[in-house]
């Protein structure tokens, strides 16, 4: 939530000349509605069904870069097919960072909280070890720009994808 996904997956595709998706952008177009109308009226479980749905039929694409939202690694099943069907890039960002970067966007249904700071810690602490626990790259943010990140992470999917050919 925040780490800069869709932002840098964009650029990486087009870099890569890959075709790009983004999973919570899909779940827009299908349902006619944005993420937070859909967790107002059907709640975090009917939108994580819905992120299911997505991861497994966006998974199954090929030559693609896929933008998960931020809770997508919550389920087994989507942990299993994004480990198994690509390479999993994980962007960090300490939870403060990401305060920075989305203390104004009013898209956030998780962060509609008294203590918007408070939340994004809690999600850290519960996500990091499921996000680690499918990377094959972990990537730190930080306050690098998003060209140097994306240059960086270009370098580094090519050496991978060198070594295991």
């Not at 104004?104 to 850290?124: C, K, Q, V």
Request: charged share 30%; with cysteine; net charge positive.
């Amino acid at each position: 939530m925040g780490a800069g996904k869709t932002t840098v997956g964009r650029i990486l595709a087009r870099r890569l000349k890959l075709r790009f998706f983004d999973s919570d952008q899909e779940i827009e177009r299908r349902c006619g509605v944005k993420v937070p109308v859909i967790f107002e009226i059907e709640g975090e479980p009917g939108f994580r069904g819905r992120e299911e749905q997505a991861i497994a039929e966006l998974t199954a694409l090929e030559g693609i870069v896929l933008a998960t939202g931020g809770g997508a690694v919550l389920t087994a099943d989507s942990r299993r097919r994004l480990a198994s069907r690509g390479t999993v890039v994980y962007l960090n960002a300490s939870p403060e960072d990401l305060y920075e970067r989305v203390r104004h966007d009013r898209n956030r249904p998780l962060l509609a909280t008294p203590d918007p700071l408070a939340r994004l810690r809690e999600l850290h602490a519960q996500r990091d070890a499921l996000y680690r626990s499918v990377a094959d790259l972990v990537i730190d943010t930080g306050a690098q720009s998003v060209q140097l990140l994306v240059q960086d992470l270009v370098h580094r999917l090519e050496e991978r994808w060198k070594a295991s050919a």
